[in-house]
C-alpha cells in the first residue's frame, strides 16, 4: 500500500492550499480517506475524513467552516484548505483505513507534506 501526498506549501494567513493524496494498493474497493496533521511539538491529531462509500464527511472542531475534503474517486482525496491560519502549520498526513473511526491512529499513512502559515 502506498500513499502520495503533494501540495503543501508555504502560505500567508488567510491564503488557500490544497492538498491531494493518491492510493495505491489499498484492498478495500472502496477505503475511507481522511487527513491528519501533527503540529511542532504535538501529537498526530484528525483533520477531515470522507467516508468510502457513502461519501459522508466530517470536521475537526477547528477545522470545520475552513477546510473541505473531497475526493475523485476511491483512491484520491483532496483538502481545499482556505482562510489559513498561523495554527495551521503541521506535517499533513493521509490516511486510508476499512474502519470509520478516526479517534484512533490505525491503517495506511502517507509520508506526509509540510505546510507552514506565516503570519
Known amino acids: 500500500v502506498r500513499l502520495v501526498e503533494s501540495g503543501g506549501g508555504l502560505v500567508q494567513a488567510g491564503g488557500s492550499l490544497r492538498l491531494s493524496c493518491v492510493a495505491s494498493g489499498v484492498t478495500s474497493n472502496t477505503p475511507h480517506l481522511g487527513w491528519y496533521r501533527q503540529r511542532p511539538g504535538k501529537e498526530r491529531e484528525f483533520v477531515a475524513a470522507i467516508r468510502g462509500i457513502s461519501g459522508i464527511t466530517n470536521y475537526a472542531d477547528s477545522v470545520s467552516g475552513r477546510f473541505t475534503i473531497s475526493r475523485d474517486n476511491a483512491n484520491t482525496v483532496h483538502l481545499q484548505m482556505n482562510s489559513l491560519k498561523p495554527e495551521d502549520t503541521a506535517i499533513y498526513y493521509c490516511?486510508?483505513?476499512?474502519?470509520?473511526?478516526?479517534?484512533?491512529?490505525?491503517?495506511?499513512w502517507g509520508q506526509g507534506t509540510q505546510v507552514t502559515v506565516s503570519s
Open positions: 490516511n486510508a483505513r476499512g474502519s470509520d473511526y478516526w479517534a484512533i491512529l490505525i491503517g495506511y
